[in-house]
């Protein structure tokens, strides 16, 4: 039976396009720097509006990896 430990972070992804893109362009960003990444849950959405009523989204996203033994 394998054991593992897993380590939890939170990023924020903004943009213009719609919420699913916040998602992939907050964890496009934190895989480069974060290995190991298996998992991640959306917990919070809201957004910003700016210019003509264009709305900015924000994607607060838990991001879970593999601790490496």
């Known amino acids: 039976m394998s ?3 897993y ?3 939170e990023v924020v992804g903004v943009s213009e396009d719609s919420i699913q893109q916040a998602v992939r ?3 496009s960003q934190a895989g480069k720097t974060v ?5 991640f849950e959306v917990r919070n959405i ?21 601790v490496e033994a």
């Not at 290995?35 to 998992?39: A, D, G, L």
């Not at 809201?46 to 593999?66: C, E, S």
């Open 7 to 9: 380590k939890l972070i």
């Open 25 to 27: 362009n907050a964890l």
């Open 35 to 39: 290995r190991n990444m298996e998992w």
């Open 46 to 66: 809201r957004g910003a509006i700016h210019d003509k009523d264009q709305p900015i989204f924000q994607v607060t996203v838990g991001i879970g990896f593999k």
């Open 3 to 5: 054991e593992h430990v």
